[in-house]
């Protein structure tokens, strides 16, 4: 399992994504560990606020593409369960919650990172969606939590066309909530973090609670369409292509 849990003095938890080899791909039994993590965190009165974060100079490049495969609808819905229960988990947790994003952060890295309630972008940081260059919607909440941070049509054409948003277009889009130095996002999210924590809890819920509202809906859309897409000829050839380090040749099938 390639999630590292610390807590410091401050009470401060960091939820570290660490494979760096591959970038800290997010497949199933991180999602798995990350779900026990939150649940430990919330109830855990020594935890006041959460950072999520990733080894070796990336957030995440995304979901684990060798372990995306053909699988009965049920398999896959109860893999998708998983997901909506870590993003359900993140976007109405009750202590503040803040992605540190150095390097990549793809496809489902970028899902997670928006997750989180807050952003903290590295000024070297990329944002790209991804999901539609292997033959998939987007997932992990993506299509409730980008539109609520851009706007549907900006969002729109973020998931459609894939290309890699820079730091600074993230900040002005509204993608990251700050931006830090190279090297330094976790340290500025730790402490953005904590500040928050010191707010009227009860309030601060119900105002997540709010922004969180089109969140179920976009999880259900997931889990009713994506297990059709995993199994398509398409999402088949798009993992194909990326293994061989080529375009994809879609058949609409």
């Known amino acids: 399992m390639s999630v590292d849990v610390n807590t410091n003095s401050d009470g401060l938890c960091t939820f570290t ?29 020594a935890v006041r606020a959460v950072v999520m974060t990733g080894a070796g100079g990336h957030f995440s490049a995304g979901g684990d ?6 699988r009965s609808p049920g398999a896959h819905r109860t893999r998708l369960a998983v997901v909506a229960d870590m993003v359900t988990r993140m976007a109405h947790f009750p202590k503040p919650l803040v992605a540190a994003v150095e390097g990549w952060a793809a496809g489902g890295g970028f899902a997670l990172a928006l997750a989180c309630p807050m952003v903290v972008a590295s000024r070297e940081a990329r944002f790209t969606a991804a999901f539609t260059k292997i033959g998939l919607i987007p997932d992990m909440g993506l299509l409730a939590t980008l539109p609520a941070r851009v706007g549907p ?25 700050e931006l830090a130095d190279a090297g330094e996002a976790a340290q500025l999210a730790g402490e953005l973090a904590l500040k928050e924590a010191e707010v009227a809890p009860l309030p601060r819920q119900f105002i997540l609670d709010w922004f969180a509202r089109d969140l179920a809906a976009a999880l259900d859309h997931e889990a009713t369409l994506q297990p059709v897409l995993m199994n398509s000829a398409d999402a088949a050839e798009g993992r194909a292509a990326f293994a061989e380090k080529r375009r994809p040749h879609f058949s609409g099938c």
Do not use: M, S, Y
């Not at 593409?65 to 053909?70: G, L, P």
């Open 65 to 70: 593409i060798r372990d995306q495969k053909q």
């Open 153 to 177: 049509a900006r969002a729109r054409r973020i998931l459609l066309d894939n290309r890699v948003i820079e730091a600074k277009e993230a900040f002005d889009l509204g993608l990251a909530d």
């Open 17 to 45: 994504l660490n494979e760096p080899a591959r970038r800290n791909p997010v497949g199933h039994p991180e999602r798995q560990a990350l779900c026990e993590a939150l649940a430990t965190a919330a109830e855990d009165d």
